[in-house]
Structures are given as structure tokens and as C-alpha cells.
């Protein structure tokens, strides 16, 4: 782990306690009582994950349901935006889904889930020479945090190639070293070879692939099927306080799922450096090498390994909003079993189920996703549930 990302992983470590993230629990409780009638602020980091929240943005999906929006802010890390939102400075984000878990049970922070992001969207990227999982056996490969889903696939990877995560140096042949790295510096490391590879959100593998620096070896949707990455976190005040201000938030950042469905090379336009926004530093090639696969996509990655379930016909990156309580349980479920630096003791308390209860709300949801037609409209059965399918 390089100085920066030790330095940050320090810090929100030190923000997601309960004693940690109490001064910034009492500035927000200021921040409510000063500005009661917020309007919306967003905050994200410049990953493919903040996809619904930009284009809402951009296409004053916010105005349109008569609320007042500002520019959304970008962090360059999760402590940074994670302090942000426990600050009450921004009140609505996207979050690692893991990290939602560390948030809410690990410093009791009032938050809740009130949607997803996208489903999908990561991968397993790894140097040239890498050509299978086991040819990380005795090297270093970087995760954008512990607590995420990244972290979470890579070591059920890991585990059925028999090889051990740990975070010592020097790993042994049958072990991998794993270090947090912010996604910005992922790149580079890889193509330096500090790293042997990364697992991380889009629009960085793609990246690796433009700069001819690295390979996919695996998706993440290839291993948990319609996976969630980034999820949308709110304030519970605000669900319990301002519920007609939550339910038109919501049903805006649906409303943009919905178009980026129909309007993908738009979307990867929005996204952009050269967009009017300017929304995050990636270039559209690499933005529409994510959003707007070649029609032989899938064939592609099925020769080299990178799509294993071709039967499961999952998207490079798919947007859809409704949270699934099964994904929510089997996350809890995964994390217990997931090697995690820092104090993760609190995961040995929680029940899934109770997480998946606690945790979301999917009230607003459910009722702006029957706003613009149902969960047909994103391509779903009309069932909010579902069978999580992990195949590694």
C-alpha cells in the first residue's frame, strides 16, 4: 500500500467508528437544523458508479421534479466523499455497497440505501504476462478498498485457486498480497509493475486496455451475476423528515437509469472530459469501450477467459435501480468470510436478513420504478425478488 493510500485508508478507518465519525455526526445535525429545505448535493468520485447521478444532473431530471440542485461536487477518494456525507456537506452519494455496511453498523451513522447505482461494471485486470487467477500466487494485486465488492469477488477468485489473501510483504507462492490503491493510481502501478493486476470499477480496466498496459481477465458480473457496486446512500433524516423531497430525488436518479438504458454512446458523451460538465477526466473512446461494447463483445471475452457464464448474458455495465434483499444478505453473508484489515468485528453481530431490512429502503423506489413503467422498463421480471447466482 503506498503512503497516500495507507494515509486514507487510515482515515476512514479512523471516520467509520462510532467515536471517529461522532464530531462529524454533530456538524450535520448543525447543518440540518441551519439549512432544513437542502437542496440536492451530490457527491461522487469519477468511476462509472456515479453514472445515474451525473446524468441526472445533466439532464435537470432533478428540476424537473421541481427540486434545486447544485453542481455535484467530485472527491478523489472514499474518505474524502465518505466525510463529506457523515458532515452533512453533500446528501446524496454513491458508495461502495460493502462500505454502506461499515457505515451504518460500524460508526452508526443514520444512513440508508434507497437504490442502486448500476449492476456490474468491474473487473479483474492483470499485467500481460498474467494469463490465469493462479499466476498471482506470490504476487501484489490492488483493491479500491476493503470493504467492497471488488475485494469481495477477488478472494472467491483467489479461494477456488487455492491461494491465500494476505497483507504482509514478501507473499509466499500460494498467497497474494493485497493493498488498497486508489483507481487513479491503479493504472500506472500495473504498467510500472509494482502491481501484478487490479480489480476495480469501470472506466479503469478499460483504460488498461486502451494503453495496451493490461488485460481483463475476469468481470465481476461473471462471478456474481447483476452484482451491485455502488449503491445510492442517503440521510436517514431526510427519508423520515423530508419524505417528498427523498421520493422526487429518487425518482429522478431513476428516470436517469432508465434514459442511459436507451442513450448509451449519449451517456458516455455526458461522462466525459470533453463534455460540457466535464464530469470525470476519462476520454469518450474509453468511456464508450465501457457503455457501448462491439457487437462481438461477448464472443471476445469468452476466448480469452474473461466471461466464463456467456449463458448469463450480462452486460459489460447495466443500469437498474431496485435494491434485492437477497444481494443485500448474501453481501453480509460474503463479508464475514472475507479478509478485511481494520476492526471488522461488528460483521460477526449482523444478521443478513436484518441488514437487508435495516439497511434499505425501498419504498421510494418501488415507487419510481412504477413511475416510468416498472421493472420491465430495465429489463427485469416483474418480481422484486430474485436467486443471487456466485460461481467463481
Not at 175 to 184: D, F, T
Request: hydrophobic share 45%; charged share 25%.
Amino acid at each position: 500500500m503506498n503512503l497516500r493510500s495507507r494515509r486514507e485508508f487510515l482515515r476512514l478507518s479512523s471516520l467509520l467508528t462510532a467515536a471517529g465519525a461522532l464530531p462529524l455526526l454533530n456538524a450535520q445535525n448543525r447543518a440540518f437544523a441551519a439549512e432544513p429545505d437542502a437542496p440536492v448535493r451530490i457527491g461522487y468520485l469519477p468511476i462509472t458508479d456515479a453514472t445515474p447521478l451525473l446524468v441526472a444532473h445533466a439532464n435537470k431530471l432533478f428540476e424537473a421534479e421541481g427540486l434545486q440542485v447544485e453542481k455535484p461536487r467530485l472527491f478523489r477518494s472514499w474518505a474524502q466523499l465518505a466525510e463529506a456525507f457523515l458532515s452533512g456537506q453533500v446528501n446524496v452519494i454513491h458508495l461502495l455497497s460493502p462500505m454502506t455496511v461499515w457505515t451504518r453498523y460500524g460508526s452508526q451513522a443514520k444512513a440508508k440505501v434507497v437504490a442502486w447505482n448500476h449492476m456490474s461494471g468491474s473487473g479483474l485486470t492483470v499485467a500481460p504476462d498474467v494469463n490465469d487467477v493462479k499466476d498471482l500466487g506470490g504476487k501484489t494485486v490492488a483493491i479500491p478498498f476493503w470493504y467492497s465488492i471488488h475485494n469481495v469477488v477477488l478472494q472467491q477468485l483467489l479461494d477456488k485457486s487455492n491461494l491465500k489473501p494476505v497483507s504482509h510483504d514478501k507473499p509466499a507462492p500460494d498467497e497474494v498480497k493485497l493493498v488498497v490503491m486508489a483507481p487513479s493510481d491503479m493504472v500506472p502501478a500495473l504498467a510500472n509493475k509494482t502491481i501484478a493486476g487490479y480489480i476495480v470499477a469501470e472506466p479503469f480496466n478499460a483504460l488498461a486496455e486502451d494503453l495496451k498496459v493490461g488485460k481483463v481477465l475476469r468481470f465481476t458480473g461473471d462471478v456474481w451475476k447483476d452484482h451491485a457496486c455502488c449503491v445510492v446512500l442517503m440521510h436517514e433524516r431526510d427519508l423520515a423528515e423530508r419524505k417528498d423531497w427523498t421520493q422526487k430525488t429518487v425518482n429522478a436518479i431513476v428516470k436517469a437509469q432508465a434514459w442511459i438504458r436507451d442513450h448509451r454512446q449519449e451517456t458516455a458523451d455526458l461522462l466525459s472530459k470533453d463534455g460540457p460538465n466535464k464530469y470525470t477526466p476519462h476520454s469518450k473512446p474509453t468511456l464508450s469501450r465501457v457503455l457501448v461494447p462491439d457487437a462481438d463483445f461477448e464472443s471476445r471475452y469468452e476466448a480469452t477467459g474473461a466471461i466464463e457464464h456467456a449463458n448469463w448474458k450480462t452486460a459489460r455495465i447495466d443500469f437498474q435501480p431496485y435494491p434485492f434483499a437477497s444481494y443485500t444478505e448474501e453481501l453480509v453473508r460474503q463479508l464475514k468470510n472475507t479478509h478485511i484489515e481494520g476492526n471488522n468485528s461488528f460483521l460477526k453481530m449482523l444478521d443478513p436478513a436484518f441488514v437487508a431490512r435495516d439497511l434499505v429502503d425501498d419504498s421510494f423506489v418501488k415507487n419510481a420504478v412504477a413511475a416510468v413503467g416498472g421493472l420491465k422498463t430495465f429489463g427485469l421480471d416483474e418480481s422484486f425478488t430474485r436467486t443471487e447466482q456466485v460461481v467463481a
